[in-house]
């Protein structure tokens, strides 16, 4: 299968060479990086590193849009070349590389779509403080609940997606920003009857940086779960009255 990974950036100078090192010693994939004009000058470091390795591309977006933004983007451009798959993860080591083989495989064994899961069993948070770890594990429940979808880990980023899946969902089409975008993804997968498998990772939390998490995310999410899951109910009560 022909691959390639979807990376968004912004602020992530310290980490984009190695990331993308250890990704191309991982797995044989093609990397897009969408970088969002960061100050510290990721995008540059990218592409100066793309000019040594083949198969790394950037795109220099004007701006910070967001990552919602940033994956419509991206997704927009890989779909309209000859991939198999589509992978995403985010650019701060938080997810391991050395798991990209394994999304690859539940491809390869029949899934439409595969979530690298903190939720899981086998999967773990490392060095989260106690009130981000309650608040990610009561956030995945209500929007599984809210939404009647299966994965456990509905805002992880790591994922692969086949091409013809991906594309079917038009991810040009969705509407929110943050980590609600990814719900989105698997909200509408579900609706089209996707096979959408976990597997098991730890998930790290950042060692160079800053977090790009905030307040104001966190109630986009929920906000949108909500407004989704009304939707939803009014849409099957509909359905059962015709």
């Known amino acids: 299968m022909r691959a390639v990974l979807v990376l968004p950036t912004y602020q992530e100078g310290s980490n984009i060479e190695p990331l993308l090192r250890a990704v191309r010693e991982a797995a044989d994939v093609d990397i897009l990086v969408v970088d969002d004009d960061s100050p510290d000058g990721t995008g540059r470091i990218a592409e100066a590193l793309g000019a040594q390795l083949d198969g790394i591309r950037v795109v220099h977006r004007p701006g910070k849009a967001g990552l919602g933004s940033a994956y419509r983007d991206g997704f927009d451009r890989v779909l309209g070349e000859d991939y198999d798959v589509v992978l995403s993860m985010d650019a701060d080591f938080s997810h391991d590389p050395a798991v990209l083989p394994d999304l690859l495989a539940a491809i390869e064994n029949g899934a439409d779509a595969v979530i690298g899961s903190r939720y899981v069993p086998g999967g773990s948070v490392v060095n989260w403080p106690p009130h981000r770890r309650l608040l990610s594990r009561w956030g995945n429940t209500y929007t599984r609940a809210v939404l009647h979808i299966s994965p456990r880990d509905c805002t992880s980023g790591y994922r692969a997606y086949r091409a013809d899946t991906l594309k079917a969902i038009d991810p040009a089409s969705t509407d929110a920003e943050g980590y609600a975008f990814l719900t989105e993804l698997a909200r509408r997968m579900t609706r089209q009857g996707a096979r959408i498998d976990e597997v098991p990772i730890t998930f790290r939390d950042r060692e160079h940086g800053r977090s790009k998490m905030s307040a104001r995310i966190v109630f986009e999410s ?12 009014i849409a099957a009560m509909r359905r059962d009255a015709s």
């Open 222 to 233: 929920m906000l949108l779960v909500t407004r989704w899951g009304i939707a939803d109910g």
